[in-house]
């Protein structure tokens, strides 16, 4: 790990009104990675953000997307010389920080900027890019397509672990979380959906614009701004969430029987793990057959196809594992998937199918050769590895054992804890835990050094 920043600017000598020559406190360059262990540029050293502005225009017939970004941020305990942002393909027209012209160079996915004039430490600034291009998804390790994927009616929009930077500069690390205001512009009959609360639609000219904001803090990967054809639905729940469904019209059919649940799992999501942390809900449910998954875009996740109940009670509980309560580090992303996954064991436990130890048996009945075991649910390896089965599986069936050992009562109080003790914030697994041990009392480092810190099929069940 290096969060360290680079020492760039040499020493200034300064005259005092002494005539004395102090040095100047050494200006630095930010780091251009977090240092994470399987991604080490993401994210960026030096600075937080505290707020995305995200101006988008979008033309689904020559795919080409221009955009403006205003970011918040503030630099950290060091005078910040130059910082980085994720941006990955496009082309950055200009960059203005606190309303100056700046520097900037591109290296590979950093977009490198030198202000006008050194960042003294701890002051707040604003950055300003324009960029524009036809945006060119990132292949994740795992071969699948990430970020910014073109539709035939639009695009796809998901960023899970890099993908956000192919369609706006970022820091993009769910270290460093923020909230964020979308204004879309896209041809009228297209309907462009981001996170949070939709504040207004106008259509003049031909073009629509939808304006999202998302008030509560978000992980650059959660970020969508998905576009397409899309039958609409809104309307509130009982407790007052504003939920907002955008469908394309082929999947319509297919996916009606789970949405219709929506109202259902938020409620019994919320008995389960604590109230619901967002401002919205709702689903996107497009057509793109290529991609291959779903992700739980915060507050309202997308699917590339119609998605069964399972998988929308994966997403929505993302809300709370994944979302709310972020990682620290990507190894650590069991702490997301086990979860979710261990909330469709549950969800169907309590809603008339097997109970969630008969999923766990299942399981538990895969040959010690099968790739269930092939590395530890706590750190699969590298960034290939994080959306396999040791971290979705077998880290629901570390769920289900610390479950067996501390009894149903103290395990609710320990999701429910984790949910709340981290809510918009970040945690790891060393915290998850210790958290089970104190609510339960028990000493459980056995038990989780079995079920996710070791490779290999456990002996005893
Ligand atoms: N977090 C998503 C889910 O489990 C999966 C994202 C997969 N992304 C990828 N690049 N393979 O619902
Ligand atoms: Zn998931």
């Given at each position: 790990m290096s969060t360290t920043v680079a020492v760039l600017a040499i020493t200034a000598l300064t005259l005092t009104t002494e005539g004395t020559a102090v040095a100047a406190v050494a200006a630095k360059a930010g780091a251009?990675?977090?240092?994470?262990?399987?991604?080490?540029?993401?994210g960026n050293g030096g600075y937080s953000v505290r707020h995305y502005g995200l101006d988008l225009a979008y033309d689904p017939g020559t795919k080409r997307l221009d955009g403006e970004a205003t970011i918040t941020a503030r630099t950290g305990g060091k005078d910040l010389r130059t910082f980085d942002l994720d941006l990955s393909g496009l082309t950055v027209k200009s960059v203005r920080v606190d309303g100056r012209t700046a520097k900037w160079t591109r290296h590979g996915q950093e977009l490198v900027v030198t202000p006008h004039k050194t960042l003294r430490r701890g002051a707040a600034f604003r950055v300003e890019v324009t960029y524009g291009g036809v945006p060119a998804d990132v292949t994740d390790p795992d071969g699948s397509p990430d970020g910014w994927i073109a539709t035939d009616d639009g695009a796809f929009v998901a960023g899970e672990?890099?993908?956000a930077m192919s369609w706006f500069p970022a820091?993009?690390?769910?270290l460093d979380k923020a909230s964020y205001a979308f204004e879309i512009t896209v041809p009228k009959g297209y309907t462009a959906v981001a996170n949070g609360v939709l504040k207004s639609q106008r259509t003049s000219h031909g073009k629509t614009t939808f304006r999202w904001d998302q008030r509560e803090p978000m992980a650059a990967y959660l970020a969508t701004a998905t576009v397409g054809k899309f039958n609409v639905q809104s309307y509130k729940t009982a407790s007052g969430i504003p939920v907002y469904n955008a469908v394309d019209p082929r999947e319509a059919a297919e996916a009606a029987p789970a949405l219709a649940e929506i109202p259902e799992i938020l409620n019994w999501e919320t008995k389960r793990?604590?109230?619901?942390?967002?401002?919205a809900a709702g689903a996107i449910v497009d057509h793109?057959?290529?991609?291959g998954y779903a992700l739980e875009t915060q507050t309202r996740p997308v699917y590339d196809r119609a998605p069964d109940v399972g998988t929308v009670v994966h997403e929505m509980a993302h809300q709370w594992f994944g979302d709310s309560v972020s990682l620290t580090s990507w190894q650590d992303i069991w702490l997301n998937e086990g979860f979710a996954t261990y909330a469709e064991w549950l969800w169907e436990e309590q809603h008339g199918g097997q109970s969630a130890q008969a999923s766990f048996d299942h399981y538990y009945?895969?040959?010690?050769?099968?790739?269930?075991?092939?590395?530890?649910t706590a750190d699969p390896g590298s960034g290939e590895n994080i959306f396999a089965s040791p971290v979705y599986t077998r880290g629901a069936m570390a769920l289900q054992k610390l479950r067996t050992a501390v009894g149903d009562r103290d395990f609710f109080t320990i999701l429910k804890s984790w949910a709340r003790g981290h809510r918009y914030g970040n945690g790891t697994t060393a915290q998850f835990v210790a958290l089970s041990e104190k609510v339960s009392g028990k000493h459980l480092g056995p038990l989780f050094h079995t079920w996710i810190g070791t490779a290999g099929k456990p002996a005893k069940p």
């Open positions: 251009p990675g977090l240092g994470d262990p399987y991604f080490p540029l993401a672990p890099q993908g820091d993009n690390h769910p793990f604590g109230p619901y942390p967002f401002s793109a057959p290529d991609v009945a895969s040959p010690a050769t099968s790739g269930l075991w092939a590395f530890p």
